[in-house]
């Protein structure tokens, strides 16, 4: 069964910083592309950054380029985001997403992790 | 670029059919024959229903189905029933951004 658990949200103030681990088990993590995709309070989902099997290819949404670093440890099975000068807009649940085709946003996804940035 | 628009709420009574509409641009759904559509019950991740316009992963019921024109995508839910009650988006692949998504449909079993 595929399972993504995300884990370190959590309450940061405007200017902070959080990094965000999403724990893959159930299929060969390396294989596999993943996105991480955040959804604000009642909004509907919005891409934010995606990184290839093997950390070739990385894209950001331009609301987070510059500010935000995905990356991810294949000998862990573990997808990562480093997300620094936080601001009030990027309060949201935060979930990683595994990418079949890069044409689907993601085939299976985590429950989240929630990021709020408020002073 | 924009969201893609779909209707706030959609409702239907037991067993009747629905259909949510997509709109986007000549530069996302009118351009790729990538759309996809997620039902996301409350406080529940998004679950992949359609891709690729009208396709169904495994184990998603034959009662959803989905369709495209121009830059319309739409998605079908047929025999209605009350565990389809839940906010529905939709995605499609862009050439500038690898998705975007829409505003959301919530779907009400009366």
């Known amino acids: 069964e595929v399972q993504l658990v995300e884990s370190g949200g959590g309450l940061v103030q405007p200017g902070g910083s959080l990094r965000l681990s999403c724990a893959a088990s159930?299929?060969?993590?390396?294989?596999?592309?993943m996105n991480w995709v955040r959804q604000a309070p009642g909004k509907g989902p919005e891409w934010v950054s995606y990184i290839s099997s093997s950390s070739t290819t990385i894209y950001y949404a331009d609301s987070v380029k510059g500010r935000f670093t995905i990356s991810r440890d294949n000998a862990k099975n573990s997808l990562y985001l480093q997300m620094n000068s936080l601001r009030a807009e990027d309060t949201a649940v935060y979930y990683c997403?595994?990418?079949?085709?890069?044409?689907?946003?993601?085939?299976?996804w985590g429950q989240g992790t929630l990021v709020t940035a408020s002073s | 670029q924009s969201a893609l628009t779909q209707p706030a709420s959609v409702s239907g009574s037991p067993g009747q059919s629905i259909t949510i509409s997509c709109t986007g641009t000549s530069s996302d759904v009118g351009d790729y024959n990538s759309v996809s559509w997620y039902q996301q019950h409350p406080g529940k991740a998004p679950k992949l229903m359609i891709y690729?316009?009208?396709n169904r992963p495994s184990g998603i019921s034959n009662r959803f189905s989905g369709s495209k024109s121009g830059n319309t995508a739409s998605l079908t839910i047929s025999g209605l029933q009350a565990d389809d009650e839940a906010d529905y988006y939709c995605?499609?692949?862009?050439?500038?951004?690898?998705?975007?998504f829409g505003t959301g449909t919530k779907v009400t079993v009366l």
């Open positions: 690729d316009v009208s």
């Open positions: 159930g299929f060969t993590f390396s294989l596999y592309s």
């Open positions: 995605s499609s692949y862009t050439r500038s951004r690898p998705y975007v």
């Open positions: 997403a595994r990418v079949h085709r890069i044409e689907v946003a993601g085939d299976y």
